[in-house]
T-cell receptor, first 109, second 115 residues
Framework: GIQVEQSPPDLILQEGANSTLRCNFSDSVNNLQWFHQNPWGQLINLFYIPSGTKQNGRLSATTVATERYSLLYISSSQTTDSGVYFC???????????FGAGTILRVKS | SQTIHQWPATLVQPVGSPLSLECTVEGTSNPNLYWYRQAAGRGLQLLFYSVGIGQISSEVPQNLSASRPQDRQFILSSKKLLLSDSGFYLCATGTSGGSSYNEQFFGPGTRLTVL
């Protein structure tokens, strides 16, 4: 099956710093999503981005489908950005998501 | 917009006891429904998915089963829980049919501890 690798596994930032999270996948996909899991476990949708670039406030994401990777940019990080960031992909319209292991982000004030 | 309800929010059960987790969805019709499990930290694993009433596909052989008795209701069950069934269970919805738009949304989850 498709493999999803996220890097880095852990990241510690000072408040106000910028960061880039990476997601590599091993096959062509027709769905790619970025999620933020908050301390209560809720998965919050950040981006639905099978290709192209999107921005939402301090967050932006780029997926280069032909090269099988996606990047999540966080600018001017805040303590509320802390949590786990997941990338998930699907190869088929049944949309069975395969998740990466996640990146644990800690933003210090 | 759609809303996903899951209950209970937390559950502590003894080994060998039965299990029933419920997921209901509002604000959409004929959705694809999914059960995922997150064990001890990271990584979600797909357990079951359903494209319609009574239609269940299992992704991982295990001690669990799923049912979809109504269009917007998805139930996860077990006859006898194992210690390894402990985890965080999330229900999700997605667009059905041949739509090219496939964004998936998740419920708040049920945290299950088997003792």
């Amino acid at each position: 099956g498709i493999q999803v690798e996220q890097s880095p596994p852990d990241l510690i930032l000072q408040e106000g710093a910028n960061s880039t999270l990476r997601c590599n996948f091993s096959d062509s996909v027709n769905n790619l999503q970025w999620f933020h899991q908050n301390p209560w476990g809720q998965l919050i949708n950040l981006f639905y981005i099978p290709s192209g670039t999107k921005q939402n406030g301090r967050l932006s994401a780029t997926t280069v489908a032909t090269e099988r990777y996606s990047l999540l940019y966080i600018s001017s990080s805040q303590t509320t950005d802390s949590g786990v960031y997941f990338c998930a992909v699907s190869m088929e319209y049944g949309n069975k998501l395969v998740f990466g292991a996640g990146t644990i982000l800690r933003v210090k004030s | 917009s759609q809303t996903i309800h899951q209950w209970p929010a937390t559950l502590v059960q003894p080994v060998g006891s039965p299990l029933s987790l419920e997921c209901t969805v509002e604000g959409t019709s004929n959705p694809n429904l999914y059960w995922y499990r997150q064990a001890a930290g990271r990584g979600l694993q797909l357990l079951f998915y359903s494209v319609g009433i009574g239609q269940i596909s299992s992704e991982v052989p295990q001690n669990l089963s799923a049912s979809r008795p109504q269009d917007r209701q998805f139930i996860l069950s077990s006859k006898k829980l194992l210690l390894s069934d402990s985890g965080f269970y999330l229900c999700a919805t997605g667009t059905s049919g041949g739509s090219s738009y496939n964004e998936q949304f998740f419920g708040p989850g049920t945290r299950l501890t088997v003792l």
